[in-house]
């Protein structure tokens, strides 16, 4: 019966391969064929959805008490590592309860955030493998905190990555976690990092820049230079990392089927917002994600960001995301309606606009009366994401240069000079270009 239903998605392969052009991830796919229909809908929807009032949700399972591991961070500019650093988290106990740090405790040790905490609440929470957030942590976890974590949350373990924490006195600041023995340690290995990305904005924007120099249309596409080269190659997408993040189910044989597709770059609070409602429109939320050169195409040579298998792990990291699509098509074709039986295609009101618009990508669903426009819970972009993370990004070069700066003339160490005119030289060169 299941080898029914893996025909059914490799025959979409196999005949529409000009179609797709990319690949359809199923746990089927992968060879994951035993609980592939096994599962009855997505148990976190029927979680309350209010995440204002958090601490809610423990699923009752008689006997055994189920372990609650804990996870903090700033969480700002998430991307698919912090969700990898969770899903690890998760797997070490059954409920994840994450600590997110607050605006002014961010503020305090290391500069405004990126995000607002409402932003930073939306995308943790949105996060398949979370179930609980805090929202008030302190940036170095403190004996205080680490008590109110054990008693109040009953929390049995506290997770950290294995690159040392040190608080400002040069103290483990899990060594209390540890000396209780309640502490258990995740590997640190996705070829991501917040100042990674931040570099590709900065070098997306100069080539938006160079590119306007010479009046845009002149410059092609395809034409590889060496800054989207050099930030194509760090992360290697595995077939298992996929099935990690997968949900490894296919749709029930009754369920109504929502498509939504986009480009899901700087995965953003908007994103969540918008695959929640439209998840809420059917039993199960396909997304198809465009590959890097067809949003390129319609969004600008400087585009994307992410590429497609980082921008595929955001999106699949959602709760509200069933399965998606890697590389799909911009226009939507009836074959691939059939294909993969879907009831509704849903679009929203907020997006980049395409540079090339002569043909409406909605045109089969809108005359076949299964397209709806719905309207975008945020007004934020991937462009306003990638411009306040420049905007934060050069107020921290600056902060950082001045305490730099103070602390080299607090101590008299003059053997610094040579950094400090190094740094104010990196300064302006960070700054100069937009
Ligand atoms: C860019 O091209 C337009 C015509 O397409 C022209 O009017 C304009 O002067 C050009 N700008 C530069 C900087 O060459
Ligand atoms: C296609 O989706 C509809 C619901 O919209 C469902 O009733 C039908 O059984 C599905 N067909 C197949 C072949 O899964």
């Not at 994450?98 to 409402?118: C, Q, R, T, W």
Request: with cysteine; net charge negative.
């Amino acid at each position: 019966m299941d080898y029914e239903h893996n025909s059914w998605i490799w025959e979409g392969v196999n005949y529409y391969p000009r179609v797709f052009g990319g690949l359809m991830v199923t746990a089927a796919l992968l060879g994951l064929s035993t609980s592939y229909f096994g599962g009855i809908g997505v148990p976190y929807l029927s979680l309350p959805c209010s995440w204002s009032n958090l601490g809610i949700f423990h699923k009752k399972k008689s006997g055994k008490r189920r372990i609650r591991v804990y996870m903090d961070g700033c969480f700002d500019l998430m991307h698919y590592g912090h969700a990898n650093a969770l899903r690890q988290a998760k797997a070490l106990g059954d409920e994840l309860v994450v600590g997110l740090v607050s605006d002014e405790e961010i503020v305090a040790n290391k500069g405004p955030p990126v995000l607002s905490m409402s932003e930073r609440l939306a995308l943790v929470s949105g996060l398949k493998w979370v179930d609980e957030v805090i929202t008030d942590a302190p940036y170095a976890i403190t004996e205080k905190f680490l008590d109110r974590l054990f008693h109040e949350y009953k929390i049995d373990y506290v997770i950290h990555g294995d690159d040392p924490c040190l608080l400002p006195d040069g103290t483990d600041a899990y060594a209390a976690a540890k000396k209780a023995g309640r502490y258990k340690q995740i590997k640190r290995t996705e070829g991501v990092s917040s100042t990674d990305i931040v570099g590709r904005i900065l070098s997306s924007l100069r080539n938006k820049k160079s590119c306007e120099d010479h009046n845009g249309s002149e410059v092609k596409p395809q034409e590889e230079n060496p800054s989207q080269a050099s930030h194509i190659a760090q992360f290697l997408p595995t077939s298992r990392r996929i099935v990690q993040f997968s949900n490894g189910k296919g749709p029930g044989p009754n369920a109504r089927i929502v498509y939504i597709d986009g480009a899901f770059d700087l995965f953003h609070a908007g994103h969540v917002e918008i695959l929640k409602k439209a998840r809420e429109l059917g039993d199960f939320l396909l997304v198809g994600i465009h590959s890097d050169e067809t949003v390129s195409e319609h969004r600008g040579n400087h585009y994307p960001i992410m590429h497609l298998h980082e921008r595929s792990l955001s999106v699949l990291a959602s709760r509200y995301v069933d399965e998606v699509i890697i590389g799909s098509p911009w226009e939507i074709t009836k074959d691939m309606i059939t294909t993969f039986n879907i009831s509704l295609v849903v679009h929203g009101t907020i997006a980049e606009k395409s540079l090339n618009c002569e043909l409406d990508p909605y045109e089969v669903p809108k005359s076949m009366g299964i397209f709806r426009l719905l309207e975008s819970p945020k007004d934020i972009t991937t462009a306003t994401v990638a411009q306040r993370i420049m905007a934060n990004h050069e107020a921290y070069v600056v902060i950082s240069s001045i305490r730099f700066f103070i602390s080299i003339f607090a101590s008299q160490d003059l053997t610094n000079l040579q950094i400090l005119i190094g740094i104010v030289n990196l300064l302006f060169e960070c700054i100069r270009p937009i």
